[in-house]
Each structure stands twice: as structure tokens, then as C-alpha cells.
């Protein structure tokens, strides 16, 4: 019998589905569009997007109970004053920046021709279901002639109260090909947030105009902009990043509504609890495979391989919460329950 590779049992982590008012969760496909839709209480938390003009598939946008978007619109669809950076950033999304040599982070519509042979892409394979607030997906880890690596399937396990939303995302990674993960920085859940989010900067930037042009601009203007993360270690701001922590939440102020976005580790993964790559320009990631990348002090490799039909599984929780910051003991209380 295949040996399997940090394999979590999936049913588990899927009863947060029961306790959170699966319910209320309703999706409306439309195959045309490539996307599901996702409501809760009747309103639209976020859509899984699977365009054939991304190198990956995300959540984009995504919204509080409130209505308010936390995501950044651009490259889909440019906010003025939207910085231009990155644009392999979208919404929320899952994949690394090294597996067999091949990124698979940084892969856009940017990257010239001749260097996409470098590059891996995660191509859409099919929906299996969607219902009883869980959406299942399928798709493929290819590298640049199509060949498979890495089968992933995935489950959206949706809930919702009055001023909270959430999603756990779980991710089952089967080797098609000998498969390794080296310690890379580029990973591995990611979230691009709105200006609103990120930390005041005083540097010049490229931004798209009132006119959705994009420019270069000597002073930013930092009105509005006000984010700040803290983790389940204490740090604050920029000292979170390179951190490893349960959890790691950002705080921020949008049009008078007071957010806090946190992402929770699952005890699971492997090389819990995960370092975080959180920016202050809106990149929120956390990354189970950074190692040295991090922490220059660890005298081993951080290192994942896979032979044909081994599998790993990748889980995180993302909360959304509205109408006022979680303290930092909500926080750890819900990743105290996510994990249980």
C-alpha cells in the first residue's frame, strides 16, 4: 500500500460545515461565464472564477456580511488608484513557487513567451459538486507542454453569520509525476486585498488613475489606507512576516466599517504552524513550505516529495469578520475550534 504523505482525514475537517449553518450557503453556477457564484443569506460572499486567461483558479471578489470588497480589483477589473503590481495576485488562491523547478506562484499573462517554460500552471478539471454549502472542484498541476504533475481536489466548506463569513479550504494533492516541494517564499495561500488594507506608504508606485490608466506617481495618497496585522504570537505590522503563527489576521477600516480578515493554519498541514508571507503593499499569504526562505537559522531543508499516488493535503480557514475587530483572544478562539 502507497504510503500517504501528510493525508488529513477529509470528513473531519469538513464538520465545521454542519456547525457554521451550511444552510444558509446557496451557489448558481453559470458554465458560460466560468464561475459559482457563492450567496449566504441571499447575498454574494464570492465567486470561484476559472477563466481561461489565468494561470490558476481563485475566489474573486470576496465580501463581508456588510458588502464591503476586501479583495483588490485589479487585473480583472481595475479600481482607480489601484496599485498595478503583481499581477498574479487575485482574490484568493492556493499554489507555490517551487515544485519541480516550475513556479507556479508568480505565473500571469505577464511572463514573455520565452520564459513561460519556467513557470507551472493549475488548469481547471471540473466541478463535482456543489451543495450543503460545500463546492467541490478539480484541476491539474501542469507545467508548461500540459503535463501533468499534480492532481488537486478541492472542497469550499462556505458558512455565514450576521457579520462574519468564512470559507475552509482544502486542498488533496496527488502526485502524478515524482513531485518535489522546495523551500520557496511564493506560497502558498494567498489573498490580494483592497487599498484599504494595505499599510500607508510613502514611495513612489504605479497606480491605475480615475480614468483606470495606469501611472507612475511620486506621492501616494494615503487616505483611507490603514491596515494592520497582528498574529497569534503577538507581533505586529511588519514584524509578522517571516513569522510562524496559528493564525495571522489583518485589520482594517473601509468606508467606516471595521474589518478583520484572519486566515488559521490547520494543525494538519505539514510543518504547522505555517510562516507567514504577509506584506504591507496587499499581498496575505501564509506558507506551510517557506522555510530557509524565512528562517535562515534552520539547519534543514523544508522539503515535501511525492512519488506517484502519494497524496498531501493542504487546509486553511479564512474569516472574514465585519462591524468591529476581533480581538486577538476571538481570534485564537476561533482557531482553536477550527482545529479541535
Known sequence: ??????????????????????????????????????????????????????????????????????????????????????????????????????????????????????????????????????????????????????????????????????????????????????????????????????????KPERYTDANGIVTEVATVNNEGVNGEYVNSLGDKGDDVWSKRAEWTMLNGTKDGDEISILIVDSKGNPNFPAWSHARGYGLFAVNSMGGKDFDKTLTAPVELKLEPGQTATFAYKLIVKNGGFFTPEQASARAAAFNK
Open 1 to 202: 500500500m502507497r504510503k500517504l504523505l501528510y493525508l488529513l482525514p477529509v470528513l473531519a475537517l469538513l464538520l465545521g460545515c454542519k456547525a457554521e449553518k451550511p444552510a444558509e450557503v446557496t451557489f448558481v453556477r453559470d458554465d458560460a461565464a466560468r464561475k459559482v457564484d457563492v450567496n449566504i443569506g441571499g447575498t454574494l460572499f464570492t465567486s470561484f472564477i476559472y477563466p481561461e486567461d489565468m494561470e490558476k483558479q481563485v475566489l474573486w471578489p470576496i465580501y463581508t456580511a456588510s458588502g464591503e470588497d476586501i479583495t483588490r480589483g485589479f487585473p480583472r477589473a481595475p479600481r482607480a488608484f489601484e496599485s498595478t503590481d503583481h499581477p498574479h495576485h487575485v482574490g484568493l488562491w492556493f499554489n507555490f513557487g517551487s515544485v519541480n523547478g516550475l513556479d507556479f506562484w508568480n505565473n500571469s499573462y505577464a511572463i514573455p513567451a520565452e520564459r513561460k517554460p519556467f513557470y507551472g500552471s493549475v488548469v481547471f478539471d471540473g466541478i463535482v459538486s456543489a451543495e450543503n454549502g460545500k463546492l467541490v472542484t478539480r484541476a491539474n498541476w501542469v507545467d508548461n507542454d500540459g503535463k501533468v504533475l499534480l492532481k488537486e481536489e478541492t472542497t469550499f466548506c462556505f458558512a455565514g453569520t450576521a457579520d462574519e463569513r468564512s470559507v475552509v479550504r482544502t486542498a488533496v494533492l496527488t502526485a502524478v509525476e515524482p513531485v518535489l516541494f522546495k523551500e520557496n517564499k511564493e506560497g502558498m495561500l494567498g489573498l490580494r486585498v483592497d487599498r484599504a488594507f494595505q499599510k500607508p506608504s510613502d
